[in-house]
């Protein structure tokens, strides 16, 4: 049911925060934002590349910042070593906001080696567990395929599905810690089950437009249509 207290904000990497950082303009991340209107509490969605302008975005919108939501344990979306190349992200939020990190608990690990923080201040979390801020819930969704612990965030009818789930096609398989079997299992037995009137807003920029609806999204992605299993794993991993 939707509560018109929900604030919900989408902002592009290398372009709404971290303009100056080349890294930030070429992965095209997205960092969310969800607040209530009027309590003003407000969790980040995989903070990244610039955390002091993520969080004076916050500050300006008057947002008391309670916790952060992370989808999986890339650098690009939770800060950390891309490459070599060090990214801000969680690690420098938590010098100036002692907030918890929701993360699903086959995360725990693979988060700790690549951001170096303690895991105390890690929440770890199974699949359906709610994240309450003010009045409003996100629900986690374990979504295993990408990494061992991704998950998606579902936030009344708004899909945050990092880097499992894009407009058209779905994260890669060939990474530390991903199995292109779980990805197929995620995808068609908890993606599939979404409503249609849900709207889909992933990890990166990859397509014409920013977000579109889970309806749209079953019709145009060939990740989601249905075909046997083999089929699926040969096309897509
Ligand atoms: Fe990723």
Redesign the pocket.
């Known amino acids: 049911m939707n509560n018109n207290r929900l604030y919900f904000q989408q902002w592009l990497s290398g372009v709404d925060f971290g303009s100056n950082n080349q890294i930030a303009k070429q992965m095209r991340n997205f960092t969310y934002a969800v607040g209530d209107t009027e309590t003003r509490e407000l969790l980040l969605i995989d903070p990244a590349y610039d955390v002091t302008s993520i969080l004076d975005m916050v500050n300006m919108e008057n947002y008391q910042l309670s916790g952060i939501l992370i989808t999986?344990y890339?650098a690009?979306?939770a800060g950390g070593s891309l490459m070599g190349i060090e990214i801000e992200g969680i690690r420098e939020i938590l010098q100036s906001n002692q907030v918890p990190i929701h993360i699903n608990k086959e995360e725990l690990n693979w988060m700790k080696r690549s951001t170096g923080i303690d895991e105390s201040y890690f929440a770890s979390h199974e699949s359906g567990d709610k994240i309450k801020f003010g009045t409003i819930e996100a629900t986690l969704i374990h979504t295993p395929g990408?990494?061992p612990g991704s998950q998606c965030f579902l936030i009344e009818d708004m899909l945050v599905s990092?880097?499992t789930l894009f407009l058209e096609g779905c994260?890669?398989t060939d990474?530390p810690g991903s199995d292109p079997e779980k990805m197929y299992e995620s995808i068609t037995t908890k993606l599939t089950k979404i409503s249609d009137s849900v709207t889909l807003y992933p990890?990166h920029f990859y397509s014409d437009v920013p977000f579109e609806s889970i309806a749209v999204t079953k019709e145009k992605n060939p990740v989601l249509q249905t075909m046997p299993k083999d089929q699926w794993l040969n096309f897509f991993t």
């Open positions: 999986h890339h690009d979306h990408h990494t990092g880097d994260g890669r990474l990890g």
